[in-house]
């Protein structure tokens, strides 16, 4: 870019603008002299000109793909204008899952235009892509490669079939009910009738194969080219995220569960269009009061359809009983009845209340309502829940108009307060007997779960905390050593704690064997140890760690490789030799060099494998300052034990 003679002295400056985004590298020796000594920097910058931006420039182009309509049909051809950042020759292809067809085209002023046909094997969608190499004599822009992607609609008529649902538009419940649907002959056709009010809460729509099936696929042809590498600029970045957890929560949650509300839902299975295309169901509507949605879907071959109706399903006299979502041993509630005449006839009607489960009726179970045409009146009773826990059902009975209307509604009787815990300890000296009180009279019947667990050591106060930890492991390394390691001793305090079935041991060793296999996987070649699966980064705490569970593993008769070990164990004693310290702050402006947290524990681990590193020992025993250890080790993982 410029080479130049100039005069150094104690304070030389050279400067130089850049014109255009890249690496630089500057370059001093003295005159006939073989031998330089350089400094590189990165310009960032936009095309041709000095402004400085946060962001790198890609050595890779867009090229700007338009269409003119959103979708097509197959046989008709698409017009393609291609807007490109510079001029050369572009390779144009139509791809979906493989490459349909493929063709060169050069591109002048930085635009082209092409025709191209489609034809059913574009169906649903395909890719126009492009790639433009940049040719040697342009060189006033940091590109060498230009991509670019467009995607098309493309539909067959013969593939989608017209569905068309044909029912009443009002009926009654607890009647049967015929409905038509008319698709193309020979066509297979399903029917589904739910209620449309839970529908609409969750915003169901009504299925549709044939968006289903010919819904927008991904580009399955993957693109390689070795242009932007000529001058590699971009430099990839490791990135590893996880995480892992869980949480029990049956026993938290109602342990009376009622079925408040039996939503309607009705399939017909699959039946074939006879030769006009008609096919023909019938079902019971059950008591229910509301709109049903009919929806059918229909296939035949590679074609599809979908069609839906609605059909209000309501009686003379409609009964809406509002009962809460669940009732507690002792709640006294009101239970409001609203009766709907849907007729244009006046009437009065008797309403009647029973009740099942842990539930009585305070007062008159009997009420007479009058109701005007096309009106509503309301009745009102009283329920109150006994002291004990189950479902109930509430059945209100509406007699008039000739007949005989009923609702019923089931309702929990759930406990008053959420789960509770009570846990208690005590010893017992030999040859004597205990009498223990599990105090059961504070909890409700059928609600209560307990255990007793006797052993000769406090360790069975551990009980739910060593179950828990019997599972497979997962996470990084460091959670999966801390669920591993004390499964090393479980089969120890399985004894004590009378859990010593084969199972369990058999699932604690497995946990054991994998963990142990988690770690020989992620160990580099330098014996360190990484906290995900193929990363390529070092932990030296990790390792530390690692190396501590094998040790004890090997000590309790798990076979540990010693190659795995051996190389860990040299990992953590060449670290040693570098007497590394960390800059330590406090009181705000102060600072001391101290040991990082690593040698100590790498020392100790050291010790256990009967190879002091003393050297080591004596330096950070001498240098007080520098072995500053302020606080025991401990993980830095939520889930790991502390030393």
Request: aromatic share 10%.
């Amino acid at each position: 870019m410029l080479e130049q003679t100039i005069n150094v002295g104690s304070n030389t400056v050279f400067s130089y603008v850049p014109r255009t985004p890249g690496d630089y590298e500057v370059r001093v020796s003295a005159p006939g002299a073989n031998s330089y000594v350089k400094r590189s920097f990165y310009s960032y910058g936009n095309w041709g000109g000095n402004y400085n931006s946060s962001f790198e420039v890609s050595k890779e182009g867009n090229i700007d793909i338009e269409i003119d309509r959103k979708s097509y049909m197959a046989g008709e051809t698409i017009t393609a204008l291609f807007k490109t950042p510079f001029s050369g020759k572009m390779l144009v292809t139509v791809e979906t899952d493989h490459i349909i067809s493929h063709q060169y085209v050069e591109v002048s002023n930085r635009t082209a235009s092409i025709n191209l046909k489609l034809s059913t094997e574009h169906v649903p969608n395909a890719y126009i892509t492009a790639t433009l190499i940049k040719p040697h004599e342009v060189s006033d822009i940091p590109l060498t490669v230009a991509h670019g992607f467009k995607n098309v609609t493309v539909e067959e008529k013969s593939r989608k079939i017209n569905v068309e649902v044909q029912s009443q538009k009002t009926v009654r419940s607890k009647t049967h009910q015929k409905v038509t649907v008319k698709a193309a002959p020979g066509s297979y056709v399903t029917l589904s009738a739910v209620d449309n009010g839970v529908l609409q809460i969750s915003d169901f729509k009504t299925p549709d194969p044939y968006d289903y099936f010919y819904q927008k696929k991904a580009l399955q042809v993957s693109a390689f080219d070795l242009y932007p590498l000529l001058f590699a600029e971009v430099r990839a970045k490791l990135s590893s995220t996880g995480g892992d957890g869980g949480l029990e929560m049956e026993k938290r949650v109602n342990p009376m569960p009622a079925k408040r509300i039996k939503v309607v839902s009705y399939w017909s299975g699959i039946k074939k269009a006879n030769s006009s295309g008609v096919a023909e169901f019938e079902f019971d509507v059950p008591q229910f009061s509301g709109e049903l949605r009919l929806m059918a879907v229909s296939y035949k071959g590679q074609s599809f359809g979908a069609g839906a109706n609605t059909m209000t399903v309501a009686d003379p006299i409609v009964i809406s009983t509002a009962l809460p979502r669940f009732l507690s041993p002792g709640d006294t509630v009101n239970v409001p009845v609203t009766l709907t005449n849907t007729t244009e006839k006046a009437a009065t009607v008797t309403a009647s209340i029973g009740v099942e489960g842990p539930v009585k009726i305070l007062g008159s179970p009997n009420k007479s309502v009058s109701l005007a045409a096309r009106s509503e009146g309301r009745a009102t009773f009283r329920v109150v829940a006994d002291p004990t826990i189950n479902v109930g059902k509430v059945t209100v009975m509406v007699n008039g108009m000739g007949e005989k209307f009923t609702d019923a509604t089931e309702i929990s009787v759930r406990p008053p307060s959420t789960l509770q815990k009570v846990t208690g300890s005590g010893s017992v000296a030999g040859g004597n007997t205990q009498k223990v009180n599990i105090g059961l009279g504070d909890f409700m019947p059928g609600s209560v779960n307990y255990s007793l667990v006797v052993g000769r050591s406090p360790v069975v106060e551990l009980g739910d905390q060593l179950k828990y930890l019997v599972q497979y492991p997962y996470g990084c390394t460091e959670q999966t050593i801390s669920s591993a390691f004390p499964q090393i001793y479980y089969g120890d305090l399985a004894d004590l704690m009378m859990l010593n079935k084969q199972q369990n041991r058999v699932n604690a060793n497995t946990n054991i064997i994998e963990a142990i296999r988690k770690i020989k996987m992620r160990q580099l070649y330098n014996g360190a140890v990484t906290l995900w699966d193929g990363e390529g980064r070092e932990d030296w705490w990790t390792t530390i760690y690692a190396a501590h569970f094998l040790l004890e593993a090997k000590k309790a008769g798990f076979d540990v490789d010693n190659s795995l070990l051996e190389t860990m164990l040299n990992y953590i004693n060449n670290k040693m030799k570098n007497k590394e310290t960390i800059t330590y702050f406090f009181n705000r402006d102060q600072n001391k060099k101290i040991a990082p947290k690593e040698v100590a524990y790498g020392l100790y681990v050291l010790a256990l494998a009967g190879r002091n590193n003393v050297p080591a020992m004596n330096y950070y025993k001498g240098q007080h300052n520098a072995a500053g250890i302020r606080q025991p080790l401990s993980a830095r993982c939520s889930l790991c034990y502390r030393w």
